[in-house]
């Protein structure tokens, strides 16, 4: 996809998307348009990909189903069920959902592609399909994400601004997200554009269903490759592998090197205030599922995304589905206060708990 640009903050609701590519199929966001009129007794099919990472069960759903009660009424269920990592699991939690009637779904496929033909059987059973932070193909209504090649252009230019002179001194480790998440690709993509000319490469990996465990060892491979005297930083493209891959970098005795990450997840916060990691992209959750609750109410009961959704996007099988991307900001120990502690995403409390404390203390996080 084509993107325009977005300013990195946290404020605005909608940016500029400009879709391009070849589409096979056209029409997104046609079941407004078809679907029977209902009203606020719905019943919402809610899929997420996995819970290795701490956002899905702690943030989306509890903030989905807020907003699904507050558009309705309090009259609107939400049915959820998480495929835990597992393609074929999420296409049979569609097939159960179609089966049960759901009005709607918002899915979050673990596989873009192998959920495309579980979209369109809840297309053909008259459900439309809200895309929810990835892109899955198929014949989706609407979707909602972050912009994710800005993502990894923020994770990026943390880095060089971390290494600073020292950029070339060394060799960076970049361990990407899954191959099978169309976001990893383009999270790479960002990071890539910013990286490529400015530092040396030296191992590369796409780190099989963004599993902790097998960041830690891609590490000790590109450890013990490299030696541990050439690597000055670590790209992760998220906090869980960012955890996996400190901890090999500390079993080898590489300390104070900047490793990225993203989620801003709670340890990945509290490793940015004792400075074992550098930084996260910090994505504000509430922003992107109320619009994911709002873009699936509507659509349930018949109603136009023309208000909500300003801006298209491609899909490699379908044309001109309703958008909204959400700006994302670049997570420091400078800007905790004003950014997840302002948002009521965690309290000085729970981050400066136990060990904590003393580094919560020096960085004035009180």
């Given at each position: 996809?084509?993107r ?9 609701m ?23 009129a209902k ?15 701490a ?25 959820y ?7 074929s ?28 033909g579980s979209?369109?059987k ?40 971390a ?7 060394g ?10 998440d169309?976001n ?5 993509s ?5 990286l ?30 490299l ?9 992760s493209?998220?906090d869980?592998?960012a955890?996996g891959?400190i ?10 090197i900047p490793?990225?990450g ?10 940015i ?7 996260s992209?910090y994505?504000?959750y509430?922003?992107e599922?109320d619009?994911?609750?709002?873009m ?25 589905i309703?958008?909204?991307?959400v ?8 800007n ?31």
């Amino acid at each position: 996809m084509r993107r325009a640009a977005v300013a990195v903050a946290a404020g605005a609701m909608a940016v500029s998307l400009a879709a391009c590519g070849s589409a096979k199929e056209s029409g997104g966001g046609d079941s407004a348009s078809s679907a029977p009129a209902k009203g606020d007794d719905i019943k919402v099919g809610l899929l997420l990909p996995e819970n290795q990472t701490a956002r899905y069960e702690k943030f989306d759903k509890p903030l989905i189903e807020k907003k699904v009660k507050e558009l309705t009424n309090g009259k609107g269920e939400v049915v959820y069920a998480n495929a835990k990592q597992d393609a074929s699991t999420q296409n049979q939690q569609v097939d159960t959902m179609v089966t049960n009637k759901v009005d709607v779904l918002i899915v979050d496929a673990v596989d873009s592609k192998a959920i495309a033909g579980s979209v369109k059987k809840a297309k053909d059973a008259g459900i439309p399909v809200v895309a929810y932070d990835r892109l899955a193909e198929g014949p989706i209504d609407a979707y909602t994400s972050f912009d994710n090649e800005t993502v990894g252009k923020t994770q990026g230019e943390a880095l060089l601004k971390a290494l600073g002179s020292k950029a070339k001194d060394g060799q960076i480790v970049m361990m990407n997200g899954s191959s099978t998440d169309p976001n990893a690709a383009q999270f790479k993509s960002g990071a890539h554009s910013v990286l490529d000319g400015k530092v040396n490469i030296g191992r590369e990996y796409d780190t099989k269903e963004w599993k902790p465990e097998n960041a830690n060892a891609n590490m000790e491979g590109a450890i013990s490759a490299l030696g541990k005297d050439k690597i000055v930083g670590v790209y992760s493209a998220n906090d869980g592998m960012a955890g996996g891959i400190i901890t090999a970098l500390k079993a080898a005795g590489i300390d104070d090197i900047p490793v990225t990450g993203q989620d801003a997840e709670l340890a990945g916060v509290q490793r940015i205030v004792t400075g074992e990691q550098y930084m996260s992209v910090y994505k504000p959750y509430p922003q992107e599922a109320d619009v994911a609750a709002e873009m699936a109410v509507a659509l349930a009961q018949g109603k136009s995304l023309d208000s909500l959704a300003k801006d298209k996007v491609d899909s490699p099988t379908t044309n001109g589905i309703p958008s909204v991307l959400v700006p994302v900001v670049s997570l420091t120990k400078d800007n905790i206060n004003d950014t997840v502690i302002k948002d009521g995403i965690y309290t000085v409390n729970e981050i400066c708990a136990g060990k904590y404390k003393a580094a919560c203390d020096e960085i004035g996080l009180k």
